[in-house]
């Protein structure tokens, strides 16, 4: 497998959107050149291993997290502030002269961090997208229209609300088991049902649009089904059209072995991934990452951050399930792992609309984590179990999420996922033999995790005559 070339910005020069953002305005080469004080918001897995990457850079001064979890201390300095509370943030990167905030999860990016610190004297550069750019998010009526708009491949849709349920009930009718509904709005990864029969369906239509989710079904996308294999694609644009693309990903989603079971919040990830070839993500590059970069700028929608797409292969064609506007989780315990580079004046230099020169090089290596999660997950399960077997585990490196110090030191649970056990492997087995070994390494009451982790891309290498 040959390393994907990064050094891409778009053909055709995106223009007519020249710097909104007063944010680089007027900045001289020695303050773009100064090490950063970096304050990133977020408390998972996928946190730890930003930090973990961050950590490394010569560029960095220092490094928050907010609130961070029982691993993100280990690289830089856990502080006690919502994610959501702007106010408070403001406030903290004043006192503490934070230059850049990176956002990990989507909620503030929803909510409108970017815009709220546009603009303001002093203020840090946001590593997000704007509230606008959010949208592709947090509003999946806006990124199917977006898709349509700009000609990406993604499945036929329509969306309704309360006063075109009888369009929706016939839309159903037009299309084939089994039928998918989503919730226009955020929806804590849940918003998503996917139901066998045509009365499942139209009842599950009913329900959604009757408040199942609050406000975020209010209108409900419904699209067609497509039968596929999934994988996840995350792109570092800059608002100017440059843009760099990171390794691939393909994470597993379900609680039980061979996908079984309710979803989770993810069990494991793998990179590379075998079936997203050279000729795989040059379609994708060609025919989802550019108009996709090409058409934020173009609509002037600010957005200078990390593009995730949640890709299918159908028929060896790449299509749209989703964007996210942040990386994904379980996906980055595998995916900064892969970035050789200096990750830190990447994200600069996307926040500050300037990527275009920046080089990207990947490690070539295999990277697979396999998460550790509490007994019951994704349902009900205990929390404050003590955590163990953490200083044994050599051959990996452990990104925590569901984890915290108590006052004594003692590292506990405090979520479902607790630790993603992350490894590096010279090829696909030699890496899961890693996490896998981590993985049983370390211990707490009612751990459980998946022992089937990148056994489905193992076939799939071997059917690709790779082994
Ligand atoms: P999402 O919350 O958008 O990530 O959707 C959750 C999961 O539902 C995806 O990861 C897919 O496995 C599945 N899904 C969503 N849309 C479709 C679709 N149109 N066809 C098949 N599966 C889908
Ligand atoms: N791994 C999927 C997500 O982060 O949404």
């Known amino acids: 497998m040959s390393i994907q070339q990064n050094l891409n910005i778009l053909k055709t020069p995106v223009s007519n959107n020249p710097e909104k953002s007063p944010f680089n305005a007027g900045e001289t080469m020695a303050e773009q050149t100064k090490k950063l004080t970096v304050l990133l918001l977020g408390s998972g897995g996928r946190e730890c291993a930003l930090a973990w990457k961050m950590a490394q850079s010569p560029a960095l001064n220092h490094l928050y997290i907010a609130p961070g979890n029982g691993g993100t201390d280990a690289y830089g300095e856990n502080v006690d502030l919502s994610p959501l509370d702007f106010d408070a943030i403001a ?7 934070v230059d850049m905030i990176v956002v990990g999860n989507e909620d503030p990016l929803v909510a409108g961090i970017y815009d709220y610190f546009e603009g303001r004297e002093g203020s840090p550069i946001i590593a997000g997208p704007s509230k606008a750019g959010a949208a592709l998010e947090g509003s999946k009526d806006f990124a199917k229209q977006f898709m349509v708009r700009h000609g990406i491949p993604t499945a036929r849709y329509q969306s309704f609300t309360a006063e075109t349920l009888a369009d929706g009930e016939k839309f159903l009718e037009e299309l084939k088991a089994p039928y998918v509904l989503k919730a226009d709005g955020l929806a804590a990864g849940k918003g998503v049902l996917i139901l066998d029969s045509l009365d499942e369906a139209k009842s599950a239509l009913r329900e959604m649009l009757g408040g199942m989710f609050g406000k975020s079904s209010a209108t409900v996308v419904i699209e067609e089904f497509l039968k596929g294999i999934e994988c996840s694609v995350f792109v570092l644009t800059d608002g100017n059209g440059g843009y760099r693309i990171l390794p691939v990903a ?8 061979g996908d079984t079971g309710p979803n989770t919040g993810g069990m494991g990830a793998v990179s590379p991934v075998a079936f997203a070839d050279e000729t795989f993500m040059r379609k994708v590059e060609e025919r989802i990452i550019i108009p996709t970069v090409k058409g934020l700028v173009d609509e002037g929608i600010t957005y200078r951050g990390f593009i995730f797409l949640g890709l299918i292969e159908v028929g060896g064609e790449p299509m749209v399930i989703e964007y996210n506007v942040r990386m ?7 995916v900064m ?7 830190l004046p990447l994200i600069e230099a996307a926040a500050r609309g300037n990527l275009s020169t920046m080089p990207l090089e990947l490690d070539a290596r295999y990277a697979t984590t396999v998460m550790v999660v509490s007994g019951g997950y994704p349902g009900s399960y205990a929390k404050g179990k003590v955590i163990e077997g953490t200083e044994e585990c050599k051959d990996a490196i452990l990104f925590h999420a569901g984890t915290k110090r108590e006052a004594d030191g003692t590292l506990v649970t405090s979520g479902g996922r607790v ?3 992350s490894a ?8 899961l033999a890693h996490s896998f070994k981590a993985a049983g390494e370390v211990t707490f009451e009612g751990k459980y995790f998946r022992r089937d982790i990148g056994s489905d891309l193992r076939a799939i290498e071997e059917a690709l005559g790779m082994k």
Request: with cysteine; glycine share 10%.
């Open 419 to 421: 630790i993603a056990c």
């Open 337 to 343: 792992l892969r970035i050789a580079s200096d990750l």
């Open 424 to 431: 590096y492997g010279e090829n696909l087995d030699d890496a």
């Open 328 to 334: 994904g989780d379980p996906e980055t315990e595998v």
């Open 250 to 257: 393909k994470d597993y989603k379900r609680i039980g072995e």
């Open 91 to 97: 406030q903290f990167a004043t006192e503490k002269g």
